[in-house]
C-alpha cells in the first residue's frame, strides 16, 4: 500500500505526541517529519516512544519546519496560534495541505481574535477559506487545503447541541458548563497546573472570557454562556449542556434526534440517559459518548470524550482522513480506553 508523508509541527506538546502517536500505526501514512524546538537531533523512539522507522526520526527545530515541510502532502500543526497564523499562508503557497489544531483560523469574525486571542488577525481570505472541520456536523471535502480543527470545549459541546438545535427541538438561553482534564490547559509547568495545586481541587476558570465561548456560539448559530472548570484528572471532557424544550414539542424527539443526526457516526455512541456518560467510556479513544433528558421543560444534555484525541488530535486525523480520501475510521478505530 502507497503511504503518503505526513508531518506533525509542535510535536512535543501534548496534542502534538498524540497525534505522532496515532500517526506512527497509520495504515496509509508514512510520518516523514516531526518538529520540537526542545528536543530538536533527539528520536521519536526515546522521547514518543514510537517504534520502527518512526521512532527514527529525529525532531528538527522550528526554523527548518517550512523547507522540510515541503516533503510532505499534509501537516498537523499543534501550535499556539499566533504560530499557526504566520506559518500557515507560507504552508499553502507551498502546496502542503494544513490541519491547524490551533484556533487561529476557527473564527470567521477577525474583529473577535483581539478580546479573545489578544491579536489581531491578519489573514482575513484565509478565515474565509479555512474549513470548519467537526465531521459529525461538518465534512471536509477531498481535496480541502486547510481544514481549522475545532476545540476541545466547543467539540463536546456542539456535538450535544447541535442536532436537538437542527431539529427544531430547543430554545434558549443556552448553556454549557464543561470540565476539562489538565492537559488541556497545554505542556506548560507553571505553578497553578504543578499536582499540588491541581490535586483535590475543582473550579472554573476564565469565567466569562473564555476564547472558546465564541467558537461554540459560532458552530450552533446561538448565542449562550459557556463556563469552564479544571478537572483534578489527566484528560477528558464532561460537558452539561442546558436548554428549553421548545413550545409544541415532546421530549421524547429528544433521544431519537440524536440517533437520527449520529446513525452513520462511527464514533458517536449515544447512551440512555446522561447518568451513563462516563469520561472512562472515552478516554483514550475517538469516541464521544451522550445522551439527554428533559423534565418540566428543562433540557439536559450530557457529552463526554478526550480531550487530547476526539478533542485535538484524533479529531484532526479524522479531518485528514477525510481531505486525503482515506476511511474517516483509518488509524482510529484501534484505539482503546484506558479504563480500567
Not at 23 to 41: D, F, I
Not at 75 to 88: G, I, Y
Not at 328 to 340: I, S
Amino acid at each position: 500500500m502507497q503511504r503518503s508523508p505526513i508531518g506533525v509541527i509542535g510535536a512535543s506538546g501534548y496534542s502534538g505526541l498524540e497525534a505522532s502517536r496515532i500517526l506512527a500505526s497509520h495504515p496509509h501514512v508514512e510520518l516523514r517529519l516531526l518538529t520540537s524546538e526542545k528536543w530538536a537531533g533527539d528520536t521519536a523512539a526515546r522521547r514518543a516512544g514510537l517504534a520502527g522507522a518512526a521512532g527514527k526520526l529525529r525532531y528538527a527545530p522550528w526554523k527548518k519546519a517550512l523547507e522540510l515541510s515541503r516533503e510532505c502532502a499534509a501537516v498537523l500543526l499543534a501550535l499556539p496560534a499566533e504560530s499557526s497564523l504566520e506559518l500557515v499562508p507560507k504552508l499553502l503557497e507551498a502546496g502542503v495541505k494544513v490541519v491547524d489544531l490551533s484556533g487561529a483560523y476557527r473564527l470567521k469574525d477577525a474583529s473577535l481574535y483581539p478580546p479573545f486571542y489578544k491579536f489581531e488577525h491578519g489573514q482575513p481570505a484565509l478565515l474565509s477559506e479555512a474549513f470548519y472541520g467537526l465531521p459529525e456536523l461538518s465534512r471536509v471535502a477531498k481535496g480541502a487545503r486547510l481544514v481549522a480543527n475545532p476545540g476541545c470545549y466547543p467539540t463536546a459541546a456542539a456535538l450535544a447541541l447541535a442536532p436537538l438545535i437542527e431539529a427544531g427541538l430547543v430554545e434558549g438561553p443556552f448553556i454549557v458548563d464543561a470540565a476539562s482534564g489538565v492537559t488541556g490547559a497545554g505542556r506548560k509547568g507553571t505553578e497553578e497546573l504543578s499536582f499540588a495545586e491541581v490535586d483535590e481541587d475543582f473550579y472554573a476558570y476564565k469565567v466569562l472570557r473564555h476564547q472558546h465561548q465564541p467558537e461554540i456560539a459560532q458552530t450552533l448559530g446561538r448565542p449562550l454562556t459557556f463556563t469552564a472548570h479544571l478537572l483534578p484528572v489527566k484528560r477528558g471532557i464532561l460537558a452539561t449542556c442546558y436548554a428549553q424544550l421548545a413550545k409544541g414539542h415532546d421530549a421524547a424527539g429528544l433521544h431519537a434526534a440524536y440517533v437520527h443526526k449520529y446513525a452513520n457516526c462511527p464514533f458517536l455512541e449515544v447512551l440512555d440517559s446522561p447518568d451513563e456518560v462516563h469520561l472512562k467510556g472515552v478516554v483514550g479513544t475517538n469516541r464521544c459518548q451522550l445522551a439527554v433528558d428533559c423534565r418540566n421543560g428543562t433540557v439536559v444534555a450530557v457529552s463526554a470524550i478526550d480531550n487530547l484525541v476526539k478533542g485535538a488530535a484524533g479529531q484532526a486525523i479524522q479531518n485528514l482522513n477525510l481531505m486525503l480520501g482515506w476511511p474517516e475510521t483509518a488509524g482510529l478505530d484501534a484505539l482503546r480506553g484506558f479504563h480500567p
